[in-house]
C-alpha cells in the first residue's frame, strides 16, 4: 500500500473540529477540568487574533493529522501545540511540522526558536534534542492571568 501524500498548510476555520479533535487526544491536560485555562477553541481563537499565518496543520487523505503553532515577537520565535494522531506518529509529521514553521519563522528573520516541553515528558524532550534543539540555561518563571483579554 502506497502512503497518501502529506500536505503542511496554513489553519482553516474548517478544520476547528479536526484539530479540536486532535489536540483532545494529543493533550490530556485539555480533558483536565482543573485546569480551565486550558480550552482548545481557546487557544484557536487567540491564535488567529494573533499571526494567524503561523497556524499550520498537516494535511494526509483530506483528514488533519497534525498541527504546530509559532509564533515570532520580532526577537525570538516560539513553536507551541505540536501534535500529530496517535495512529500516524513515527512516519516523520511531527518533524516536517517542525521544519515547516522553523521556515516560515526564519523568513521572518527570526534568529533563535524557543520552546517549551514540561520536565515529565522525557519522550517529547528526546524528539526536539533529534531534531537539534538543546536545553537553554534558563529558568522559565510564568504567571497566570486571571483575565481574558477582548480584542475587539
Not at 60 to 72: P, Q, S
Not at 120 to 139: C, I, N, T
Amino acid at each position: 500500500m502506497i502512503d497518501a501524500p502529506l500536505s503542511i498548510r496554513a489553519f482553516d476555520a474548517a478544520d476547528t473540529d479536526a484539530v479540536i479533535a486532535l489536540w483532545l487526544e494529543a493533550f490530556p491536560e485539555y480533558r483536565d477540568p482543573d485546569r480551565p485555562q486550558r480550552n482548545p477553541h481557546l487557544s484557536i481563537v487567540n491564535k488567529l487574533g494573533t499571526q494567524p499565518e503561523l497556524f499550520f496543520v498537516a494535511v494526509k487523505d483530506a483528514f488533519v493529522v497534525g498541527t504546530v503553532m509559532a509564533g515570532y515577537d520580532g526577537h525570538r520565535g516560539w513553536l507551541y501545540s505540536l501534535a500529530v494522531l496517535a495512529a500516524e506518529r513515527r512516519q516523520g509529521i511531527g518533524t516536517r511540522l517542525v521544519q515547516h514553521a522553523e521556515a516560515a519563522l526564519a523568513a521572518r528573520g527570526c534568529p533563535k526558536v524557543n520552546l517549551q516541553v514540561l520536565s515529565a515528558k522525557a519522550d517529547v524532550r528526546g524528539f526536539y534534542e533529534a531534531l537539534g534543539y538543546r536545553m537553554d540555561d534558563v529558568v522559565s518563571l510564568g504567571k497566570r492571568l486571571d483575565f481574558v483579554c477582548d480584542a475587539g
